[in-house]
């Protein structure tokens, strides 16, 4: 079992929806929670940074961690054709340590106009 | 926001040349630097982390010899791919921190075909 399963999609919804995007973890000490979103050919751009549990919102983004289920979710309203990219989940048990940084595998999102 | 670039976006190359990919925080000083390979449809993978001024950390099973990797200073870290083959071929990401404890930043990556 991987530390971080992401559903790799691919996920195709029409302009205007609402997207949920989600990772499961089962390492208990992640306590630093990022979404990346990297379009193809391009490195990963840094959506959202959280700690803990709760929610962070910034514009049309939502970040979610529930520690209790070791779950976190990223959802994007009004999702417009340019949210078309792969997301990226990560995460570690101290803030800054790229060695102690997991990632999901990504979920490849496309928004029909 | 921290602004990490990286040189060439893209680069063919030949069979046994050496291939150097620079890697620059632009508005920030970054003491330590991260490179990943990414194969396609596929995560990042850690290859090393670079260290302004001391040897690089190279993760398991990455060979040293192979990426050799140079941190001269608080803004440029570069990464030469020694006698390249066919199987190096993929797309290779640094990263930077603004602080030892802050989210990674990303540079635009470079996509390295051998032929």
């Known amino acids: 079992q991987k530390e971080v399963e992401q559903d790799p999609g691919p996920l195709s919804v029409p302009e205007g929806a609402i997207v949920s995007l989600n990772c499961t973890y089962s390492?208990?000490?992640?306590?630093?929670f990022m979404w990346y979103r990297q379009y193809s050919r391009k490195g990963p751009e840094l959506l959202m940074y959280?700690?803990?549990?709760g929610n962070k919102e910034d514009g049309r983004f939502t970040a979610q961690v529930d520690k209790s289920s070791k779950y976190i979710s990223l959802f994007i309203r009004d999702s417009q054709p340019s949210d078309s990219a792969t997301y990226l989940c990560a995460m570690s048990p101290q803030g800054g340590s790229a060695r102690q940084l997991t990632f999901g595998s990504g979920t490849q999102l496309t928004v029909l106009p | 926001g921290a602004v990490v670039s990286q040189h060439p976006s893209w680069v063919i190359c030949k069979s046994g040349t050496s291939v150097k990919i620079e890697c620059r925080s632009l508005d920030f000083q970054a003491t330590t630097m991260f490179w990943y390979r990414q194969f396609p449809k596929q995560s990042l993978m850690l290859m090393a982390t670079?260290?302004?001024?001391?040897?690089?950390?190279?993760e398991q099973g990455v060979e040293k010899d192979k990426f050799l990797i140079n941190h001269a200073s608080l803004t440029l870290s570069t990464l030469t791919v020694t006698s390249a083959h066919p199987e190096d071929s993929s797309f290779y990401i640094c990263s930077a921190q603004l602080t030892p404890t802050a989210p990674l930043h990303f540079g635009n990556g470079t996509r390295l075909t051998v032929t």
């Open positions: 670079s260290n302004e001024g001391s040897k690089a950390t190279y």
């Open positions: 959280t700690y803990s549990s």
């Open positions: 390492n208990s000490a992640f306590q630093y």
